[in-house]
Every structure is written in structure tokens, then in C-alpha cells.
């Protein structure tokens, strides 16, 4: 389950010097001289606000509209009759609310949307935070979303992918079963490859204990056939972080990244490279050595951008050692993924939370993190700063939302010069998904 951290804050004041003097990371680095901070327009919402929206994803389609994609209470009551509010109900082995998945878009960059549409045909428990719904395009602009809902027992810990796609009648299909072993995969990304068809991979335990879980892939094409059967290209994941994925070389070079965990539990990020259009990925390369020894999966994975040049860019959170490395961090790797440069600390930790990141590459190669942390009044709320192409001028850490419960899990979407932004809120037991856009590189 998500986990938070537990420390002393005394241990800052005794060991700052001695974790950040003695090691070959980079401090967090202090706003650049003239650099800008993003002046972002007023708050919007998504959703039925009596049906708590929550777990947004923002993409842009190829045709320019901005699409999102989140989940709301379905009708049905909760398992066993009780309704104690949903995002309270967390951790793998609590009961799951009845969800749908719901989509809508916009043709002017959120200032109005179409009317919600529902994804899923029957009753399902549609699952959120880092494993929410997430929605990808092909070149013709048809929709695939796919999504999470617990296995057969109500386990979440053993969950089946599904998928929906446009069905060219102005709706979308019945969703359909990915995973071929019942009760094995969740936490599913998607991804058009520049050929047009479309990847996805998911955290599989059809294999399971002793063994750590494993990356499952599956590529279909632009009618939804399949391609491929799941095949298995890694294994050693942590269970519940979510993936990234990002192409190069017109799609036979595929980039993955996500949060390993070892025999000692120790749970680093790595990269994996396929050179095949991802039918077989190299050795993991260990992206930073953070030693972060925890006993359950923290619910927190990496995002991965890459930019014109090839550089790959990653950031994450991690604990680290002690309590002076927790925090969101980045690094660069300039050779393809062979190597990356020590990381950078982007914020510090506020208070012992586990922080849930996001980051877009513009089109001039800009960098713009997003990342959730606690105010001074010890709510969770979602911040932002900026990464010039130079990899040296960094804007200001700006506070981005002002919830007055908590703010988590930011989307990030970026077409030409319009970022836009969505987080979920909660307050007692009441969510809603929050939406904010910026005109950039001006």
C-alpha cells in the first residue's frame, strides 16, 4: 500500500551536511537569474462534482483536441453495503468502490469541454492513483483507453487490464480482457508507436512469489487486433509504481522505465532499451542509486521525457538512506541510456510523505516538473518548475494548487505553447479533479 514515511525531523538538522556534502549529488538548484515562473489561469473542474472525479489523465489527440480521462462513483453501492468514502478505502487489500472510467475533450485547450462519456459498459471497479485509466491515439485520431479492475476475489493485488476503443459510431466498445492469465496485471500504460499501432505494458504476477513481478508487454494495431500475445521482457518490479515509456528511431528503439526492488528490498528506478521495436529489452541500467530500503511497494513510480536531441530526462521520489535525500529528483542521461548523469534534487521533502511526480519535454526542449508536497500547513499540494534546454536555468518552485484538503498525482499535457495541468483533491470524503492551463515559452 502507499506508504508514508517515518522519520524524526531531528534528523535533518544532524545530517544534512554530512548526506549532501559527502555525496556526488547535485543540491537542489536556486532559481535561475530572469527565469520566469508559469503564470497559470484560473482553476477549473472536470466531472460530475456529486460523483467525486478523481485520477485525471491529459493527452492531446493528433487532430489538436486535449482529451482527459478520469473516474467517478458509479450508481452501485460499495461492497457489502458500506460507503465510508472512497478515497479513504485505500491499500491493496481494502475493498474497491464501484468506478467508472469517463473521458471528455476539448477543443480549445480546456476553456470548454464535451459533454462526459462513460468508458465502461458494465459495473466495474475501476481503479485510480498510480494506476488509473490512461487513453492514447492513433494516427486517426481513434481513442484506446485501458484501465484496472480487481480480480475475480476482489483483490486488486490480482487485476485484469481492460481495454475500449472508439467504435466509429460515436461511442466506444465493450471493454475486453488483455491480460490471458486471469487475475494478473495492473498498473497498464499505452502508447502509439510511430508506426501506428499501439504498445502496452503492464506489472504481471502470473509468475508469482518468491519472485519479484514482472514487465509484460503487447503490441495491437490501429483496429484493436492484436498483434502479439503478453510477453514478458523484464522481471524484478515493484508491484505498484506506475511505468514510462518514450521512442526513438522511428519506434525500434523503445525506453522504459520503472521502480525495481531487490532481495533486500531496496527499491532503485532503471531504464530499459529495446533496439527491436520492443520485442526484447537489454540488462536494466540503474538510473540512481538511492538505497531506498522500504518493505512495501511506496506507490510512487518514475516519469520519463525524452527531448529533440535524444536526451532522456527522469524524475522520481525516493526516501533515499535517511531523511535529508527524501524528495523529488531528476537526471539526464546523454547517450541513449547507457548512462546517467548524479541526480538533481528538484524539492526537498516537507514532512515525512511519500511525493508523487509528473514531467513534459517542449518542443525547445524545456523541462516542466510537476510534483506534489506539504504546505506549511501540512496539506499536500501540487507544485512546478521549469528545466531550460541548457540544463542549467531553472525557474522558481511555484505552488500550483491551493486545496484547502490535499492535492495529488498531477497530469501534465503540452502541445506547441499550452500546458495544461489536472490533480485530484480530497476533502473528507469528498474528491474532485482540478484543471489549470498556461500559455508557454513566451
Known amino acids: 500500500m502507499a506508504m508514508k514515511l517515518r522519520f524524526t525531523h531531528s ?12 555525496s556526488a549529488d547535485l543540491p537542489a538548484p536556486s532559481p535561475t537569474q530572469g527565469a520566469k515562473s508559469l503564470n497559470f489561469g484560473a482553476e477549473r473542474r472536470l466531472g460530475n462534482g456529486e460523483k467525486n472525479p478523481s485520477t485525471p489523465f491529459l493527452r492531446y489527440s493528433p487532430d489538436g483536441r486535449l482529451v482527459a480521462v478520469w473516474t467517478e462513483d458509479h450508481d452501485t453501492p460499495w461492497p457489502q453495503g458500506s460507503h465510508t468514502g472512497h478515497h479513504r478505502m485505500g491499500g491493496d487489500r481494502a475493498p474497491s468502490p464501484m468506478r467508472n472510467a469517463m473521458i471528455a475533450w476539448s477543443k480549445d485547450g480546456g476553456e470548454s469541454w464535451s ?5 465502461n459498459h458494465t459495473v466495474e471497479a475501476v481503479q485510480g492513483e498510480e494506476n488509473g485509466p490512461k487513453v492514447a491515439f492513433t494516427p486517426d485520431n481513434k481513442a484506446f483507453v485501458v484501465w484496472s479492475i480487481p480480480g475475480v476475489k476482489g483483490d486488486k493485488t490480482r487485476a485484469n487490464i481492460r481495454l475500449a476503443m472508439e467504435d466509429g459510431k460515436g461511442g466506444f466498445t465493450a471493454a475486453r480482457t488483455l491480460n490471458e492469465v486471469q487475475d494478473a496485471g ?3 500504460i499505452i502508447e502509439t508507436m510511430p508506426d501506428g499501432n499501439l504498445l502496452l505494458a503492464w506489472i504481471d504476477r502470473r509468475i508469482d512469489g518468491p519472485k519479484p513481478r514482472q514487465l509484460y508487454l503487447m503490441k495491437i494495431d490501429s483496429r484493436g487486433q492484436a498483434l502479439t500475445k503478453n510477453y514478458q521482457v523484464g522481471q524484478g518490479l515493484c508491484e ?24 533486500n528490498k531496496i527499491r532503485n528506478h532503471v ?8 520485442a526484447s529489452f537489454g540488462a536494466p541500467v540503474e538510473i540512481s542509486n538511492d538505497g531506498w530500503q522500504v518493505p512495501s511497494c511506496p506507490h510512487s513510480g518514475p516519469s520519463l521525457g525524452r527531448d529533440r536531441r535524444g536526451h532522456l530526462h527522469v524524475s522520481w521520489f525516493t526516501q533515499g538512506r535517511s531523511e535529508p535525500e527524501a524528495g523529488i529528483y531528476y537526471s539526464v542521461s546523454t547517450d541513449g541510456g547507457k548512462s546517467f548523469a548524479p ?18 519535454v517542449g518542443d525547445d526542449d524545456t523541462i516542466y516538473f510537476a510534483w506534489s508536497n506539504l504546505d506549511s500547513n501540512s496539506r499536500s499540494q501540487i507544485y512546478m518548475r521549469t528545466l531550460a534546454a541548457n540544463g542549467r536555468t531553472w525557474s522558481p518552485i511555484q505552488q500550483i ?42
Not at 271 to 278: I, M, T
Not at 408 to 419: G, T
Open 401 to 442: 494548487s491551493n486545496s484547502k484538503g490535499n492535492a495529488s498525482r498531477a497530469a501534465l499535457a503540452l502541445k506547441n505553447n499550452q500546458l495544461q495541468i489536472a490533480w485530484t483533491e480530497t476533502d473528507g470524503e469528498d474528491s474532485r479533479v482540478v484543471f489549470r492551463s498556461v500559455t508557454v515559452g513566451q
Open 271 to 278: 531504464l530499459r532499451k529495446s533496439l527491436d521495436g520492443g
Open 343 to 360: 541526480r538533481t534534487l528538484i524539492q526537498r521533502n516537507t514532512a515525512p510523505e511519500t511525493l508523487y511526480n509528473n514531467l513534459v
Open 186 to 188: 495492473r498498473f497498464p
Open 115 to 119: 459533454a462526459p462519456r462513460r468508458l
Open 11 to 22: 534528523w535533518f538538522a544532524i545530517y544534512f551536511v554530512l548526506v549532501f556534502g559527502c
Open 240 to 263: 505498484c509504481c506506475k511505468l514510462g515509456i518514450n521512442f526513438a528511431d522511428g519506434g525500434r528503439t523503445v525506453y522504459m522505465v520503472n521502480r525495481e526492488v531487490d532481495a
